[in-house]
Each structure stands twice: as C-alpha cells, then as structure tokens.
C-alpha cells in the first residue's frame, strides 16, 4: 500500500520570504512523485513531478522539489512567496507497480502568503 | 492538447433524487478515466478509475456507480441521493497502460454537489 502524509494543515508566509511545504510518502518500489495546486472551487492543477534522475525537479510558477530517497520526502519549495501563491496544495504518490496508475495524495496544506 | 470537462458546475438537488454527473477527455486516446469526491475543501477520496470502455473499479462502497460507455466518457451516477453525497466531485484522466510508466493525473473543473 503507498499512502502520503502532508504534516501541516496550514502554512503561513510572508510575501517576498521562501516557503516549504513538506511531504512524505510510503511506497513499494520506485515512487513516482506530484505536487498538485487548487485554487477556491477549481479542479486540481498539475506544478510538477519526479519520475527519475535529478532529485531537484523544477516545476510550473517558479516552484521546485527535492526528492530525498533517505527520508521519503518530497517537500515543495519556492525562493520567494507571492500573495498569489495561496491555496490549497497536494502531494501524491504512485509507483510503477501501480497497473492502474493510481494516485494516493495527501490530505493538503493550506498556504497563506500575507503581504 | 488535451482537455477535459465536466457538467454541469454546480447542482443542488433533493435527498433521493437521482443523479447524472458527466465527464469528457478531448485529444487523447484510451486515457485512464477517475472520479473523486473532495468533502470540505480538503482530502481527495478516489470513488471509480476505469482503464477501458466498460471496466469500473469502485474504491469505496456507496450508493454511487459509475459507467464508461465511450472511450472518452465517465459518467457518475446515483440512483437516490443522500445527505453525505453532498461534496465536490472531481473527474481526472491520465495515459494508460501503454506508456509503461506512471504519469499525472490532469483534472477537470469539478461539479459542486449540494444534497439538500
């Protein structure tokens, strides 16, 4: 079973400072890692993903990730937060065992970039 | 490209009415097809995937189905509506089983449920 586990509900940012949210995960085998946006009454957005190779992967609106194979996380970065950056962020997994291409994402992290 | 939508955006019907929400993929071919429901803008719960025209798998048992009549078509049916069926409900597809690898899943708008 692969399951995701996003630690904080809420993640509060000062315009213009760095923000992580972080993300663990638990797989069989190789994992195959997302981040995902939502913006208020939208389906999911797609900012990246680690499938192989680099372990830091650049993603959509200057957002990166760093998977790090030793403790099983993929916590999503950016240099400096916009206002615009809040919503609601999701982390899943899946791995190449997974014949239905199945995702598990976490439960999400609120980000809030306050002027 | 590829898009996907979904109808209709909004729909606010009675405890035991039945229900029809209908999803399309645009510019693809034999995609891997989900719905999710997304309860009080937080977790996604995974309902059906489908990898082909007429093959459903129902994650969590409910009064809700599922059917794929075309290729790119997922319907979500129910045929009485409960109170706990009000939520958000997402469609998702993804490449299938030919590329030989996982790959994202690309969302649609989504379809506010209000079971009242």
């Known amino acids: 079973a692969q399951s995701v586990a996003q630690p904080e509900d809420q993640v509060n940012v000062a315009e213009g400072n760095p923000l992580t949210v972080k993300c663990t995960y638990s797989?069989?085998?190789?994992?195959?890692l997302f981040w995902y946006v939502q913006y208020p009454n939208r389906g999911l957005q797609f900012l990246l993903k680690?499938?192989?190779?680099?372990?830091l992967v650049k993603g959509s609106y200057g957002f990166e990730a760093e998977f790090n194979k030793s403790q099983t996380s993929f916590h999503l970065k950016k240099p400096s937060a916009l206002v615009s950056d809040s919503a609601l962020y999701f982390c899943?997994?899946?791995?190449?065992?997974?014949?239905?291409?199945?995702?598990?994402f976490g439960g999400g992290t609120r980000l809030m970039v306050k002027p | 490209s590829q898009t996907i939508h979904q109808w209709p955006a909004t729909l606010v019907q009675p405890v035991g009415s039945p229900l029809s929400l209908e999803c399309t993929v645009e510019?693809?071919?034999?995609?891997?097809l989900y719905w999710y429901r997304q309860a009080a803008g937080r977790g996604l719960q995974l309902l059906f995937y489908?990898?082909?025209?007429?093959?459903i798998s129902s994650e969590v048992p409910q009064n809700l189905s599922a059917s794929r009549p075309q290729d790119r078509q997922f319907i979500l049916s129910s045929k009485k509506l409960l109170l706990s069926d009000s939520g958000f409900y997402l469609c998702?597809?993804?490449?299938?089983?030919?590329?030989?690898?996982?790959?994202?899943?690309?969302f649609g708008p989504g379809t506010r449920l209000t079971v009242l």
């Open positions: 998702a597809w993804s490449l299938g089983l030919t590329s030989g690898r996982s790959n994202e899943q690309f």
């Open positions: 797989v069989s085998g190789n994992p195959y």
């Open positions: 680690y499938i192989t190779g680099d372990n």
């Open positions: 899943a997994v899946s791995s190449h065992n997974n014949a239905g291409n199945m995702l598990t």
């Open positions: 510019g693809t071919s034999n995609p891997n």
């Open positions: 489908s990898v082909g025209i007429g093959q």
